[in-house]
């Protein structure tokens, strides 16, 4: 809210939720902020858990009413982390801890929800924790790599570029995957400098690619959410495709669906920033979110990309054929190229074909690569080889 509609707005926001708590609970319990967006209350005495809960119950009721402030109409989405003294902690320390660890269980868990902690909270936080830690070294030490997987044409079956993958081998637990490590970063704010370096990197590494064997490729780049709020994002755009050599127009950009109903208007400000720069826009994950089809029009996108939880089932589940089938058309008709992601069998690869798709990416083709493994991919051709494992593949869906 302080970003989108200003920061008097995001404290009125503050003073109304104040007050909605105040009046949610008894005159002899605590309210307090402790900063930022996060409140805490104190039932004293609570005679048992289910007096907790209803009270819980009061407080999402009446934080989830709408707020209408001047001619903005707005919603605040209330995560509530709950402990009970002693079961849960018997000094301060602890219950903040375990109320914190509760509160994140409910905000993962979509919102609007209360969250009893419990033992198995603890450990996923001291796990975060753990995480955390060695995001932080990793990062000093710049011990990430960067993976590529290619995209290839559906028609022609040549390589149209890549999308750059982030590795992450720690000596303390091998490979953590990036869902694990992602959002993490996101809620630590490590996000922004791990996505400057993967952005650099790619440009960085890509850009050595096509220089060494002469060829024009192209290469999809995610970008965070909290990245893309930034108001310096276009300008960190710049340096980073300055630095490298790397043309505008060799680089696309992927966010996923979920930003086009949560940036608003200063999302579509910084997508046409972006574009002005002459580099590519992607929806990715695209049919698994609640986007306003209405942005599809207003923003200057390049690409639509097949989430790989329609592709999985796409050769026999008439429901995902359906999903499909409709991204590609919905796509076309809006003047957008197609790409669908996780692209692992023949059958999988000949519905997408003959429905038009116009890229695929996946396991039928390449797993992911490092550099060096992606430098020998481009100079034998890659053409060849991954004939050799589709050109048998039916049609006629």
């Known amino acids: 809210m302080n970003e989108s509609l200003g920061h008097h707005i995001g404290d009125e926001v503050l003073r109304i939720v104040a007050d909605r708590l105040k009046a949610a609970v008894r005159h002899a319990d605590l309210v307090a902020r402790m900063g930022g967006?996060?409140?805490?209350?104190?039932?004293?005495p609570v005679s048992q858990d289910s007096e907790a809960e209803l009270v819980a119950a009061k407080i999402l009721a009446r934080l989830s009413e709408d707020l209408q402030l001047g001619n903005q109409r707005l919603r605040v989405t209330p995560s509530i982390g709950m402990v009970i003294c002693p079961d849960d902690g018997d000094n301060l320390a602890d219950l903040l801890k375990n109320a914190d660890a509760a509160m994140y269980a409910a905000k993962r868990g979509g919102g609007a929800q209360l969250s009893r902690f419990s033992s198995e909270m603890a450990e996923a936080s001291m796990a975060r924790f753990t995480i955390e830690g060695l995001l932080r070294r990793a990062l000093a030490a710049q011990a990430f790599r960067l993976r590529y997987q290619p995209?290839?044409?559906a028609a022609t079956l040549r390589i149209l570029g890549v999308e750059a993958l982030i590795h992450w081998d720690t000596p303390e637990r091998g490979v953590i995957p990036p869902a694990e490590f992602i959002p993490i970063a996101e809620e630590s704010g490590l996000i922004m400098p791990l996505g400057e370096w993967i952005l650099a990197t790619a440009c960085r590494e890509i850009q050595q690619l096509r220089t060494s064997l002469g060829?024009?490729?192209e290469v999809a780049v995610n970008i965070s959410p909290l990245q893309l709020r930034q108001a310096g994002f276009p300008a960190m755009v710049t340096q980073c495709l300055a630095a490298a050599g790397l043309p505008a127009a060799s680089l696309t950009i992927e966010v996923t669906e979920g930003i086009l109903i949560e940036g608003g208007s200063k999302t579509i400000d910084t997508f046409e920033r972006v574009r002005a720069l002459g580099v590519g826009l992607s929806i990715d994950d695209?049919?698994?979110?609640y986007s306003g089809l209405?942005?599809?029009?207003r923003l200057p996108i390049d690409?639509?990309?097949i989430d790989k939880s329609f592709v999985?089932?796409?050769a026999h589940d008439e429901h995902h054929q359906a999903v499909a089938s409709a991204i590609i058309t919905l796509g076309h008709q809006l003047h957008l190229q197609v790409v669908a992601e996780g692209v692992e069998s023949p059958a999988q690869f000949a519905f997408l074909r003959d429905r038009g798709c116009d890229a695929v990416q996946g396991y039928l083709f390449w797993q992911p690569v490092p550099l060096a493994g992606l430098m020998e991919i481009c100079a034998a051709?890659?053409?060849a080889t991954m004939h050799a494992k589709v050109q048998a593949v039916p049609t006629g869906y």
Do not use: P
């Open 215 to 217: 060829l024009d490729l």
């Open 294 to 297: 209405n942005y599809l029009t």
């Open 303 to 305: 690409k639509l990309k």
């Open 286 to 289: 695209f049919g698994t979110g």
């Open 37 to 44: 967006d996060e409140f805490v209350v104190v039932l004293d």
């Open 312 to 314: 999985d089932d796409v």
């Open 381 to 383: 051709g890659g053409k």
């Open 151 to 153: 995209i290839v044409d």
